[in-house]
């Protein structure tokens, strides 16, 4: 076999990206009228404000196509130029046959078959477990030059209860390359575990199993172990550079930025911050949490000069596994944060007040959302801290670097427009949207029976299941 040389690849990371999300979604408020719960239950008690959804027309596959082929559209992009592509999914609906080998009829056309990858599960975390196989895909000796993508995406629902309004649906589609204006950091701190808190059982069902309270309480610590697994290994990478003052990637920050730290970083260290968002509350909770991590590793810092020496005794002395639930801990680090988060997490969360939950793609939808909403100019040499979880339970932290000009991503996704071109509905249309695919959840031969109406023009929508469960997918008109 000749031995092709190439130029090792620099600067891996997103090239582009897309959203794609359903057109109709609900109040939040509408909805607790609706469900004749107390006012604020689900718009402050989960810090959400609309909550999309879809009926029998939509599945993940029309989600992926509906991604993947926006995105090569938008951006002109060679389905030959493609020699990758990494799914990350928990919406399923075939236990063999993966959302990967759906979007090839993409490539069909070009004359493409020579794609590598498939489909990543478990829960939230396949997005970025979709995200770094195709970094490494790239910056490995496999490579063989072209690009790659991630479809990332889920139709988030629940059975009928208190965990419904936690739901949501929404998709991404990157370009993952070299000489990138976003680069993933090499660090990564994981934190993995086996936990019941979020899982999917029952293969006859769209609905999870969900313990409420574990479910939190893992998130947490899965955040606690991952932030301290990255800044123990971001210092040990840091220190084996031998005193080189451009940090851990061997470049020098913008002047805009922040200087790359040389021992443990800390949340000073980062200008913006995106965390997977099951609901808004919970990413409160999480930015005010590694906030108290920070505290704990120097409570003497300036910026907890407002605690009391007695107050910070009180909270230093809780146990690790008690600090989870103790109050005192959540109220004073959510309070001492809030202005911190409003600046520094804010910005990411357009999508997830819009769209709810998008499991795979929240994460990656606050990303597109802070690239929406931050000038181009002002992202400019930024670090960014991305925080992944997925129930059951697996997690990451890790860093972004703005090395490029994001105004095509910006300009092309066109986000904030389009989330607010969504058609806001009646609650009872949710409703009944949810009873038509509990009904016929598995059915087969079926004929979705959703309006195509309700669909975003020219996008791909399920027209019919045949008796053997073949799916045949059609476009609604322009």
């Not at 969360?349 to 929406?372: F, H, K, P």
């Not at 004929?447 to 019919?464: A, C, K, Q, V």
Request: net charge negative.
């Amino acid at each position: 076999m000749p031995h092709v040389e190439n130029a090792r690849p620099q600067d891996v990371g997103i090239l582009a990206m897309e959203m794609y999300f359903p057109q109709r979604c609900i109040s939040e408020a509408a909805l607790e009228e609706f469900d004749g719960v107390p006012q604020g239950k689900y718009t402050i008690g989960l810090g959400q404000k609309y909550m999309v959804f879809t009926d029998d027309r939509e599945d993940i596959n029309s989600f992926a196509l509906n991604a993947v082929g926006s995105l090569l559209k938008k951006y002109n992009i060679d389905p030959k130029s493609i020699g990758r592509i990494d799914v990350g999914t928990e919406t399923i609906i075939d236990k063999a046959k993966s959302v990967k080998t759906v979007l090839m009829q993409l490539f069909e056309e070009a004359g493409n078959s020579d794609i590598e990858g498939v489909d990543n599960v478990n829960a939230c975390y396949g997005s970025t477990a979709a995200i770094f196989n195709a970094i490494n895909w790239v910056e490995s000796s496999s490579w063989d030059g072209r690009n790659a993508i991630v479809f990332a995406g889920d139709i988030a629902i629940y059975a009928e209860g208190s965990a419904r309004p936690a739901g949501g649906a929404g998709a991404c589609a990157i370009l993952i390359g070299p000489n990138a204006p976003l680069v993933f950091e090499p660090v990564h701190g994981t934190f993995m575990s086996h936990t019941y808190d979020f899982f999917k059982p029952n293969l006859s069902s769209e609905y999870p199993v969900v313990d409420g309270p574990l479910s939190i309480s893992t998130y947490l610590i899965a955040l606690d172990n991952a932030y301290s697994r990255y800044r123990e290994k971001y210092a040990k990478r840091a220190a084996l550079a031998n005193g080189h003052t451009n940090g851990v990637n061997g470049h020098a920050n913008g002047a805009n930025g922040h200087a790359e730290p040389k021992g443990k970083p800390s949340l000073s260290d980062f200008d913006y911050m995106v965390y997977h968002s099951p609901y808004g509350k919970l990413v409160a909770k999480s930015h005010g949490r590694v906030m108290y991590n920070d505290f704990v590793e120097n409570p003497s810092a300036p910026e907890y000069s407002s605690i009391t020496p007695a107050d910070a005794e009180a909270l230093l002395a809780v146990p690790r596994e008690k600090s989870y639930s103790d109050k005192a801990i959540e109220k004073t680090f959510i309070g001492l944060s809030k202005s911190h988060y409003a600046k520094h997490v804010g910005p990411s969360m357009e999508c997830a007040q819009r769209c709810g939950n998008m499991y795979t793609a929240s994460l990656y939808g606050g990303l597109a959302s802070l690239l929406s909403t931050v000038e181009p100019k002002t992202l400019q040499g930024k670090r960014i801290a991305m925080f992944a979880f997925g129930s059951g339970c697996a997690s990451s932290y890790w860093a972004v670097k703005v090395k490029g000009d994001t105004e095509e991503i910006r300009t092309k996704m066109d986000l904030l427009a389009r989330l607010d071109a969504m058609k806001v509905v009646p609650c009872e249309e949710f409703v009944d949207a949810l009873k038509i695919r509990e009904k016929n959840h598995n059915s087969a031969p079926y004929t979705p029976s959703g309006s195509i109406e309700n669909l975003w023009p020219g996008t791909y929508y399920l027209e019919s299941i045949d008796d053997k469960y073949r799916r045949k997918y059609a476009m609604t008109p322009e």
